[in-house]
């Protein structure tokens, strides 16, 4: 069985790699580069950053995850999901405070892959995914607002609100020009799938709009009006320049970028698995998304993650290995060294209509409308995700999320942990299965012994209810046996709660007898010495074995008596 941290594209071409594969590789790769195009530029300029920046992150950080990743036909380049993480801090400490955050986002996700820590990440809740992820799609939307309707603004605000505020202030401003090619590149996007899937309508959008513009010389601003030529080179390799105080302020910054990385990437992979049945290696993959965020800052890039759109796209052209990521890198780099100059030529209100069907697109509409309208936990923990993440911080958003779905979580455990006195008017319990061989009202229960019986986990946020039922008992018993075949699992807590149990059984004289413990409680209990203190002829497997214990000790304290 091959390594779970062996890269996919070894272990392919270890089952062996055909000429006909290659064949449909290649032409998977070519259109997902052509489709990358794009949107690598398009994301890089909404990220505060230059266009060819985004194309050198899809390039060098695509080629690196294809290399190393996990997944069959993952592809991976600047996403949408980083828009508002980069803006923040490019705005604040310019591109070399970005270049070391993604170098220890890299780090840290390199880290997380050889500790085995992928499964972790699909423990972050729903809700704050969706929270987070509509968030972002309604932050890119409102910053496109400006290039598609052409507005007067030399710096846009990178607060949501005052960007709104600022665009009622220039409304006036607006260059109808810009809306024209907006909204025509918007149609063309939104209605050239109706021709074909195999070119891109963004492309499409870009190549029409670009020579509209230059051919009726139409006042709208492009990439090179805004900033210059876009260079027609390979990347220069160079180190961003290190010291620690910009590594303590970069590292809150760099631990979002990798959890954004990770979640995004193995979202991505799951996608990939349910389009190709295929089962991706989760650890390898964050290892090689690491490496790809070490590199790409190396090379002038800007973070980068595995992207759904363009996973989808490399499928359904046919794309089954690693080697179409390889070759969406290489189509990359080729359009970027022979047709990079032209680049500069794109309007800006394209862009702008990309991305903000880019928005729509990731906006998890329907997702976000079905959470709010069920469980109200579940809404809390999305709406509180989605506001900060809009009005005060994706990272804030987070943290806020998981801390919040928490403490939530241990409230739903907490209720549905119970203890109960169960031979307390034993006759009239109507709860017990009438057809459960195991039923304690089909048992004969000797006087001077009680049964409790434990449903749930016994945890610290449960432990008030289990000292609350232990004080039902208004004569203390000879015998309290406590049943434990419906307590799945027990912390240090309720450790601490058995324990003093026990010393107050006894204290007074109590024998306490365990039945039934399952395999995780009955570890904890003998690591810390506590099965040793209860001692091991009070532990029973069920509740037969406990009352004719019970029925033992009874008859040996009658014969002292």
């Known amino acids: 069985m091959p390594s779970r941290l062996e890269p996919k594209l070894v272990s392919i071409f270890k089952e062996g790699y055909t000429t006909k594969q290659f064949s449909s590789d290649l032409i998977a790769g070519m259109v997902v ?3 990358a195009l794009p949107l690598a530029i398009a994301f890089a300029i909404a990220s505060g950053v230059k266009p060819e920046q985004g194309l050198y992150t899809a390039i060098i950080a695509g080629i690196a995850v294809a ?8 592809i991976s380049g600047p996403t949408g999901a980083f828009i508002v993480v980069i803006y923040g801090i490019v705005a604040q400490y310019g591109y070399q405070g970005l270049a ?4 220890i986002a890299g780090v840290l996700l390199i880290v997380m892959g050889f ?4 499964v972790l990440l699909r423990f972050i809740p729903y809700p704050v995914t969706v929270g987070f992820t509509s968030g972002i799609a309604l932050i890119i939307f409102s910053s496109q607002i400006k290039d598609f309707l052409g507005l007067n603004i030399p710096v846009l605000p990178a607060d949501f609100i005052e960007k709104w505020w600022m665009y009622g202030e220039v409304i006036r401003s607006v ?4 809306v024209g090619i907006g909204v025509g590149s918007l149609f063309v996007i939104t209605l050239w799938p109706l021709v074909t899937h195999r070119i891109p309508g963004s492309l499409v959008a870009i190549i029409l709009s670009t020579l509209v513009v230059q051919f009726f010389h139409l006042p709208a601003e492009t990439i090179g009006s805004r900033f210059g030529d876009v260079p027609n080179t390979f990347p220069a390799f160079g180190f961003p320049e290190l010291s620690w105080e910009l590594i303590t302020k970069m590292f809150s910054p760099a631990i979002t970028i990798a959890l954004l990385a990770g979640i995004e990437s193995l979202l991505s992979a799951v996608v990939a698995d349910g389009m190709l049945g295929t089962r991706h290696r989760s650890n390898m993959e964050l290892v090689a998304q690491g490496v790809g965020n070490v590199l790409s800052p190396l090379f002038g890039g800007i973070p980068a993650t595995g992207a759904i759109a363009r996973t989808a796209t490399n499928i359904k052209n046919g794309g089954r290995t690693p080697v179409s990521a390889i070759i969406h890198g290489l189509t990359l780099l080729v359009i970027t060294l022979f047709f990079g100059k032209w680049a500069a ?3 800006m209100p394209t862009l702008a209509a990309i991305l903000i069907v880019v928005a729509y697109d990731m906006s998890e509409r329907h997702a976000f409308l079905k959470t709010v309208r069920g469980q109200k936990s579940d809404a809390a923990i999305l709406l509180t995700t989605f506001f ?3 009005l005060i911080d994706l990272t804030v958003a987070i943290e806020v999320g998981v801390v919040l779905a928490a403490f939530l979580f241990l409230r739903q455990m907490a209720s549905v942990t119970n203890v109960e006195l169960i031979t307390k008017d034993l006759e009239e319990r109507e709860d ?3 057809d459960d061989p195991k039923a304690i009202t089909t048992r004969e229960v000797p006087p001077g012994v009680e049964v409790f019986e434990v449903y749930g986990s016994l945890f610290y946020a449960a432990i008030d209810q289990f000292k609350d039922a232990m004080r039902q008992v208004e004569n203390p018993p000879k015998v309290l046996i406590l049943r434990t075949r419906n307590l799945l699992a027990i912390d240090a807590s309720g450790e601490q709660a058995l324990e003093d149990l026990l010393k107050r059984t006894k204290k007074d004289g109590i024998i306490l007898v365990i039945s039934g413990i399952h395999k995780q409680p009955l570890f904890r209990l003998s690591a810390s010495g506590l099965m040793d203190k209860i001692g091991v002829e009070n532990v029973c497997g069920d509740i037969d074995q406990a009352l004719e214990r019970a029925r033992a000790i009874l008859l040996k304290q009658g014969e002292r008596l």
């Open 100 to 103: 070391v955050a993604t170098l």
């Open 345 to 347: 030529l794109i309007p």
């Open 33 to 35: 580069g052509i489709v």
């Open 175 to 178: 260059n109808f020009y810009a």
């Open 115 to 118: 500790a085995r820590m992928g």
């Open 388 to 390: 900060l993440t809009v």
């Open 432 to 434: 017990e299965d009438p």
């Open 67 to 74: 290399v190393l990743g996990g997944s069959r036909a993952q």
